[in-house]
């Protein structure tokens, strides 16, 4: 029965980035504020620890695609042969399958060889689509078509707006993280007469970093499990928009096959990519509970074996 | 006294959840008139296609007249068809002539080879593509309607306000049901 359920996943997105934000300024609020209260300096760390996570919040939120789109190499789409001509217009219809006006814009990744691609921007109006010159080469009609719903459906479901809070919290508990560390060394160490406290808040302080060191592990954890569970959702989103599960299958298929990495990529940016560009070891293991715990994508013959009906090891063997 | 803020209280969630569901159904029933525009566009958009096809067609001689005046006429009757059913006839049939036309065109290596025609053909492609996917938005769009106000306790708001169920874009010739499986790719 849960056909079209964009609208559902977007509301659900957007109501868990509200959470996200309201949770991180409470809690970077009420670390700055229990450092006050222990200092005597209210409000002084309670207002920048405040300031911190706004400035997070901002950069996270209003940044373009523009940082993204920059750091890969990636140039506006121009219409100038029939492949690049084909995939405007495959934009063109797939938003119309999944109600959303608009069409994305489209940008390249000129001269790689590779086949990939990635969607980015956080609000549907200035969402884009960036594909590798590699996937316009080797990718036909019906594959393409896979791979760019795929893309449209993280950006139907704010998959960014989602993921980019939640690694902007991830930065901001760094940052509390530092902060505990070096203040450790202004605490007086002897002769004043805070004397007595001075151990208790070394205690306090230790127990910040120790805390926020969890913290940040913890949270990168959550983003790797939220980033690959996104990708088996964004396929079956594909799946719903193109009712053709053959298409994105082989395009897989197609990726899995194509040795190579894209040089421009980075760990910043290679979450945001239907297959990982930087093809980590990682990402491509059968795995145990541990590797699986630090991969960004799940693994391509696992994806398949979704699309196809086939199990995971047969998948697996056909592509070796 | 608690009994009294107990029922207020009651009462005040029921009339959220009564506006909400009523905003809810309109918001679906615009959804779903916006997608009826979208195939109404995206059919006009093919009329205006189907001259170009025929004249870069025209110019292979011994190319079948037969299949050409089929997608003619099977145009000028969906152009002038005015009622919805009648509509949704006349555009199975010009579905249909199309793809007769493309299997017909298969045979001329030639012609299939010229960038005109390979750009007519991605042209067209593109239009079918807009066409079966806004039909399939429209569907959804209906499906999700028509359940949200058959189902409990939707269809006590749903009632109240006469909505009724909308009507799916049915696909008149069993053929047509099948995904289209016109092969060109690349």
Redesign the interface.
Known sequence: ?A??SFYEEQRRNIAKSYLLIILFTVVMGAFGFIIDYLFETMPWFTLIFLGIALIQVLVATLAGPSVVLSSVGAKPLEMGN?EQ??LS??I???S????MAPPPKIYHIPGDPTINAFATGLRPQDAVICVTDGLLDAL???ETQGVVAHELSHIQNRDMLYMTLLSALIGAVVIVQLFALRAMIFVPSGGSRRDSNSGGIIIFLLAVAGLATVFALFGRIVLFAVSRQREYLADAHSVELT??PAGLASALRKIAQTPGRIRTASVATAHLFISDPLRRAVNEQEGGFFTNLFATHPPLFSRIARLEGKSPQQIHRELE | MVAVWIILGVIVIIVIWFIASYNGFISLKKRIENAWAQIDVQLKRRYDLIPNLINTVKGYKDFEQETLTKVIQARAAAVNATTIPDKIQAEGVLTQALRGLLAVAEAYPDLKATQEFMQLMEELRNTENLISFSRQFYNDSVMTFNTRIAMFPGNIVAGMFAFKAATFFEVADAAERQAPKVDFSK
């Open positions: 029965m056909v079209f029939l001509k084909q217009n495959i063109q219809e797939l119309i399958a999944g109600g036909d009609r019906e009712r053709n």
